[in-house]
């Protein structure tokens, strides 16, 4: 019986330890990859960390002073200038998101416009080509469209141009050329 116990044993430990070298085996791959990770990450020095941590400081103590500063201003109004100024604060934000929300639409209408014409434009390029106001959106679309399209036309003309390859006589005489000649002496 206690044989059977220490082959059991035995048999555990076995087992224990074929399935602990294939947990590390597993792990391996998963710690080179973690590793190439780590050395792919970007290291900082520690001017470049103290850098970011003052341009942090910096915007973080400037949104406190402009909320601390409108607290302030708040306190000092009565209940109808601040009902005022909160109404004058909604409808300017209203206004920006209109703003913004007309600039999209007038984006999108710019890129299928060009789209219709084979043309595709980068964002920055796009953006410099809107405008809030449809009839010049369209109109500076159309002018870029047509700039756009005759400066391609020259560029590949100009590609295209090339001085057609003179003929080259060559006083080496080809294989040709040989077995021609040895033939036509014969015949004379």
């Known amino acids: 019986m206690e044989d059977e116990k220490k082959d059991l044993n035995q048999e ?3 087992e224990t ?10 792990k391996e791959p998963v710690s ?3 590793d190439q990770d780590k050395q792919e990450e970007k290291k900082y020095t520690d001017e470049e960390v103290n850098e970011i941590v003052k341009r942090k400081l910096a915007k973080w103590e400037k949104d406190k002073a402009k909320a601390v500063s409108e607290a302030e201003k708040l306190a000092k109004m009565n209940e ?3 009902s005022n100024y909160e109404r004058q604060k909604l409808k300017d934000r209203l206004a920006e998101l209109e703003r913004k929300e007309t600039l999209h ?3 999108k209408t710019a890129r299928s416009i060009l789209a219709d014409k084979g043309i595709q434009v980068e964002e920055n390029l796009l953006s410099h080509l809107i405008t809030e106001d449809a009839e010049t ?3 500076s679309v159309e002018s870029f469209a047509g700039l756009f399209t005759e400066a391609v036309d020259k560029a590949v003309i100009e590609k295209l141009k090339g001085k057609t390859p003179k003929r080259m006589e060559s006083k080496v005489k080809s294989g ?4 021609n ?8």
Not at 17 to 26: A, C
Not at 181 to 187: F, G, H, L, Q
Request: aromatic share 6%.
């Open 12 to 14: 555990e430990i076995k």
């Open 17 to 26: 330890k074929e399935t602990s070298q294939t947990s590390k085996l597993d």
């Open 32 to 34: 080179r990859e973690e």
């Open 80 to 82: 109808e200038e601040k």
């Open 105 to 107: 639409e007038m984006a």
């Open 137 to 139: 959106t369209k109109e």
């Open 176 to 179: 040709w050329d040989l077995v």
């Open 181 to 188: 000649a040895k033939y036509t002496r014969k015949e004379r």
